[in-house]
């Protein structure tokens, strides 16, 4: 259980991801979906019950430093620095996760921001390419447990597409997702699995394994 | 840790270079205080020049405070706490690297009120090994206790008004010190400002100390 003020966010969660798999949380808005990614990276504290995250006790705070430098969370905030570039926001964020200057100029090529966005203020992007940069910046960590939370909302149709694409080839380098999302269709290709989550709980009737979407029919 | 911190004052002090808050507003600032008191005291100019060390650190104080809500500010907006927490770097690191930023800020803050101060004041300096070696002290003193206070105040709302009342009661031994080291190197008998600079120097690896440990505790809970 986690508590949130006087609350209970999160009261009766039961989910086991495997590694390399990427699992969809779905559920209405304030279903705890942002509150199990946030406390799945060690940023909220369990208050009873177990859970393990890449092996770490997260009822145990001395582990949460070690997961952290584990886990990407791409959350509603961005983490980004107005009066730094792009360049210079992926490369702070990259080297404090001890990532090397190719991996950081490899995230900035991947996410399409090494040439004339790189070197602009953030507080001159939109609200996609910030996306975008604090896309790059968790790229640039090579995390193992990707934590995206609603990570369409904002990017263009190139932008989801680049998202998707990342996911997948993180997928199959060995990374294991956990994203929440409330565009369906879109998410529901990525996913392997999908979990649904009302009122702070896993709904085991409601969990599905999404079938790939049918052909188009061919109208001669 | 020592990475971290370099990491961390080279970020705050990029961001300081490119939004220029401290030589396009805190400055100015500064000059303003140096200036209105010497308006205030201008009829009688020995007062202002026995008052100049007083007034220097009282506005090297005020200074301090700006440039430690600047610093904190920059790391609140748009998730920036929890970015940090989730980036890996040693909170020791952090500490260290954004008390160097801010100390580097209010080095040259000083220099430019301590310009003013001989100029609007006509202080005279007898002693400059005394003269930088409080300034040193004082300013790490300052830079570290302001970090400490600067990251508790950071997770609250009321951070602008309550920074203020938290530190300015603590900062009053550097207060005390560092004007009655300045006043031995303006002028007085350099050998009697040396035991306050110990007394600087203690203060600032107290909360060197206190804050390298306590650090990462108040990026968590506060």
């Given at each position: 259980?986690?508590?949130?003020?006087?609350?209970?966010?999160?009261?009766?969660?039961?989910?086991?991801?495997?590694?390399?798999?990427?699992?969809?949380?779905?559920?209405?808005n304030?279903?705890?979906?942002?509150?199990?990614?946030?406390?799945?990276?060690?940023?909220?504290?369990?208050?009873?019950?177990?859970?393990?995250?890449?092996?770490?006790?997260?009822?145990?705070?001395?582990?949460?430093?070690?997961?952290?430098?584990?886990?990407?969370?791409?959350?509603h905030?961005?983490?980004?620095?107005?009066e730094?570039?792009?360049?210079d926001?992926?490369?702070?964020?990259?080297?404090?996760?001890?990532?090397?200057?190719?991996?950081?100029?490899?995230?900035?090529?991947?996410?399409?921001?090494?040439?004339?966005?790189?070197?602009?203020?953030?507080?001159?992007?939109?609200?996609?390419?910030?996306?975008?940069?604090?896309l790059?910046?968790?790229?640039?960590?090579?995390?193992?447990?990707?934590?995206?939370?609603?990570?369409?909302?904002?990017?263009?149709?190139?932008?989801?597409?680049?998202?998707?694409?990342?996911v997948?080839?993180?997928?199959?380098?060995?990374?294991?997702?956990?994203?929440?999302?409330?565009?369906?269709?879109?998410?529901?290709?990525?996913?392997?699995?999908?979990?649904?989550?009302?009122?702070?709980?896993?709904?085991?009737?409601?969990?599905?394994?999404?079938?790939?979407?049918?052909?188009?029919?061919?109208?001669? | 840790?020592?990475?971290?911190?370099?990491?961390?004052?080279?970020?705050?002090?990029?961001?300081?270079?490119?939004?220029?808050?401290?030589?396009?507003?805190?400055?100015?600032?500064?000059?303003l205080?140096?200036?209105?008191?010497?308006?205030?005291?201008?009829?009688?100019?020995?007062?202002?020049?026995?008052?100049?060390?007083?007034?220097?650190?009282?506005?090297?104080?005020?200074?301090?405070?700006?440039?430690?809500?600047?610093?904190?500010?920059?790391?609140?907006?748009?998730?920036?706490?929890?970015?940090?927490?989730?980036?890996?770097?040693?909170?020791?690191?952090?500490?260290?690297?954004?008390?160097?930023?801010?100390?580097?800020?209010?080095?040259?803050l000083?220099?430019?009120?301590?310009?003013?101060?001989?100029?609007?004041?006509?202080?005279?300096?007898?002693?400059?090994?005394?003269?930088?070696a409080?300034?040193?002290?004082?300013?790490?003193?300052?830079?570290?206790?302001?970090?400490?206070?600067?990251?508790?105040?950071?997770?609250?709302?009321?951070?602008?008004?309550?920074?203020?009342?938290?530190?300015?009661?603590?900062?009053?031994?550097?207060?005390?010190?560092?004007?009655?080291?300045?006043?031995?190197?303006?002028?007085?008998?350099?050998?009697?400002?040396?035991?306050?600079?110990?007394?600087?120097?203690?203060?600032?690896?107290?909360?060197?100390?206190?804050?390298?440990?306590?650090?990462?505790?108040?990026?968590?809970?506060?």
């Amino acid at each position: 259980m986690t508590v949130l003020g006087r609350f209970p966010a999160l009261a009766g969660i039961d989910l086991e991801v495997a590694a390399g798999e990427i699992v969809l949380l779905r559920g209405p808005n304030g279903a705890g979906k942002t509150t199990l990614l946030r406390l799945c990276a060690g940023l909220l504290p369990i208050t009873r019950g177990e859970a393990t995250v890449l092996g770490h006790d997260l009822t145990d705070r001395r582990q949460w430093r070690a997961l952290r430098r584990r886990v990407g969370l791409l959350g509603h905030a961005t983490g980004l620095y107005d009066e730094l570039t792009v360049a210079d926001n992926v490369r702070f964020w990259g080297q404090a996760a001890g990532a090397p200057e190719a991996d950081i100029d490899a995230a900035l090529v991947a996410c399409g921001l090494h040439e004339r966005l790189a070197g602009l203020l953030v507080a001159r992007l939109s609200a996609g390419q910030r996306r975008r940069t604090s896309l790059a910046c968790l790229l640039s960590r090579r995390p193992e447990l990707w934590l995206l939370d609603e990570p369409h909302a904002g990017l263009d149709q190139d932008g989801r597409d680049v998202l998707d694409d990342l996911v997948r080839r993180a997928v199959a380098s060995g990374a294991t997702v956990l994203l929440s999302s409330h565009e369906l269709e879109r998410a529901e290709a990525l996913a392997d699995r999908v979990v649904t989550i009302v009122a702070g709980t896993t709904d085991p009737a409601m969990s599905v394994v999404p079938t790939p979407a049918e052909e188009p029919l061919l109208v001669p | 840790m020592f990475r971290d911190a370099v990491l961390m004052a080279g970020k705050d002090l990029r961001i300081e270079w490119r939004s220029r808050v401290t030589t396009q507003q805190i400055a100015p600032f500064a000059l303003l205080v140096i200036l209105l008191f010497g308006m205030a005291l201008d009829p009688d100019r020995g007062i202002l020049a026995r008052a100049s060390s007083g007034l220097f650190w009282v506005a090297v104080l005020f200074c301090s405070l700006l440039a430690i809500q600047r610093a904190f500010t920059i790391e609140a907006a748009d998730g920036g706490r929890d970015a940090l927490r989730l980036s890996g770097l040693d909170p020791a690191g952090v500490f260290l690297g954004k008390a160097a930023a801010i100390a580097v800020q209010l080095v040259a803050l000083e220099v430019v009120l301590a310009i003013g101060v001989v100029i609007i004041y006509g202080a005279e300096v007898t002693g400059f090994p005394l003269l930088i070696a409080t300034c040193l002290a004082a300013t790490a003193g300052l830079a570290a206790s302001g970090t400490l206070y600067g990251v508790l105040a950071a997770g609250l709302r009321v951070r602008e008004t309550l920074l203020p009342i938290l530190l300015l009661p603590v900062l009053a031994p550097v207060l005390i010190g560092a004007t009655r080291s300045f006043e031995a190197a303006l002028g007085g008998v350099a050998a009697d400002g040396w035991p306050w600079c110990g007394l600087l120097v203690t203060f600032a690896l107290l909360y060197l100390t206190f804050g390298t440990l306590a650090f990462g505790t108040l990026l968590e809970e506060s």
